[in-house]
Structure formats: structure tokens, C-alpha cells
């Protein structure tokens, strides 16, 4: 149980352009999900934190209108990369909170973000 | 604020050898371990995980790790490794409250047949 469905896998995208990925929790509802951005062969670094219905919380350094976070439903939360840049190229993962249950928290399967 | 620290980038071990991915953490209060595994181009696995009760946590894969307060260490074992157990890992500290997790950099694991 408690899976967070992630969407899309992989995706390129030329530079300018917006870039939309989305998590579903698939038997839970998520009320917290958690954002998350990977270089390569380095540790994952939290972006953001959004809970339902309200505004995302952004980390130090992370720019908010370019890293656009939805969280409009219990179900679903929405990253969207705008005007991506090369320097965009990342691994994202989110994750949300899982309230009763052994391990706590689950992850979705990431995103390969590639700006060309 | 939280920090994890994993000292070794890799960690080489022979199949069928002991292996031990060590992990370091602080935390103001009392703290929330993870380790998870990641495998190339995918998400994170959870491995386990310690919130209170006895220190040694059995894990899934045959994974364990020790929690040792006086140092602050929650090193990762396994007495028997597996060519597949050949990954990235990362350990993982929160506080109490709805709080994200913080990662370490992660250690990569090599196991050689």
C-alpha cells in the first residue's frame, strides 16, 4: 500500500519551454508531499513542501515562480519546471508522508529532466 | 536543524562478505532514522527504519542497522552480501512533527563476485 504514482519517467524538453510532473497517491490520500531534486551522484535535496490546499513552503534558494508547485487535492501534487534551462537537468522525486504505517514515508519514481 | 553525514562515497565488499555502510546524524531531539536504497534512474526503496525500542532494526533483504546513541551513528549491515545489493544508499533523519527527511550524500555500494 501507500504508492505514489509519478509521472512522467523521463522527458526532454527544449529550453524555454514549461515542464509538468505530477504525483498521485494511488491508495492514500497525501496531505503532505514533499519535493525533492537529485544531481548526479549526489544526495537528494529537499526543494519544497506542500500540503493540501494551501501554498508550497520553498527551501533557501529555491525560486518559486520558476519551480511551481499544486497540491489543489489529497491525490495529487504538480511540479512544473518554467521557462526550463539547461541548468534545469535534474533527477526530481517527490515523496509524501504516510501516517500509520512502517516506513513513514514513500517516494515516487522520480522524473529525469532533460533541457536541451 | 537535522544533518546527516555518510562518510565513505563507496564501499567495496566481495560477495558473500559482511558489509557495513556507516552513518552518522544530529538531531535536537530525539531522532527519526531511515536508510533507503536507490537503484539507477529510479526511486527510493525503504530498507528500515528506528523510532524508538531496541537498537538493532531488522530491515528488509536481509538488511539490519545499529542504533548507537552515544556516538549518533546508525550504520547499515548486512552479514551476507549479494551481487544485487549493488546500489546507491542513503540514510535519512528527521525530527518529531510532520517534517521532511534530510539525506545524506549517499554511499555507493560495490559488491564483487
Known amino acids: 500500500g501507500a504508492v505514489v504514482s509519478q509521472h512522467p519517467s523521463w522527458v526532454i524538453c527544449k529550453s524555454g519551454t514549461s515542464v509538468k510532473i505530477e504525483c498521485r497517491s494511488l491508495d492514500f490520500q497525501a496531505t503532505t508531499m514533499f519535493w525533492y531534486r537529485q544531481f548526479p551522484k549526489q544526495s537528494l535535496m529537499l526543494m519544497a513542501t506542500?500540503?493540501?490546499?494551501?501554498?508550497?513552503?520553498?527551501e533557501q534558494g529555491v525560486e518559486k515562480d520558476k519551480f511551481l508547485i499544486n497540491h489543489a487535492s489529497l491525490t495529487l501534487s504538480t511540479l512544473t519546471v518554467t521557462s526550463a534551462h539547461p541548468e534545469d537537468s535534474s533527477f526530481y522525486i517527490c515523496?509524501?508522508?504516510?501516517?500509520?504505517?512502517?516506513?513513514?514515508?514513500?517516494f515516487g519514481s522520480g522524473t529525469r529532466l532533460t533541457v536541451v | 536543524a537535522q544533518s546527516v553525514a555518510q562518510p565513505e562515497d563507496q564501499v567495496n565488499v566481495a560477495e558473500g562478505n559482511p558489509l557495513t555502510v556507516k552513518c552518522t546524524y544530529s538531531v535536537s531531539g530525539n531522532p527519526y532514522l531511515f536508510w533507503y536504497v536507490q537503484y539507477p534512474n529510479r526511486g527510493l526503496q525503504f530498507l528500515l527504519k528506528?523510532?524508538?525500542?531496541?537498537?538493532l532494526v531488522k530491515g528488509s533483504y536481509g538488511f539490519e542497522a545499529e542504533f548507537n546513541k552515544s556516538q549518533t551513528s546508525f550504520h547499515l549491515k548486512k552479514p551476507s552480501a549479494l551481487v544485487s545489493d549493488s546500489a546507491l544508499y542513503f540514510c535519512a533523519v528527521r525530527d518529531s512533527g510532520n517534517t521532511p527527511l534530510v539525506f545524506g550524500k549517499g554511499t555507493r555500494l560495490s559488491v564483487i563476485a
Open positions: 506542500s500540503n493540501e490546499g494551501s501554498k508550497a513552503t520553498y
Open positions: 528506528y523510532i524508538t525500542g531496541d537498537n
Open positions: 515523496s509524501a508522508r504516510v501516517f500509520d504505517s512502517a516506513y513513514g514515508y514513500t
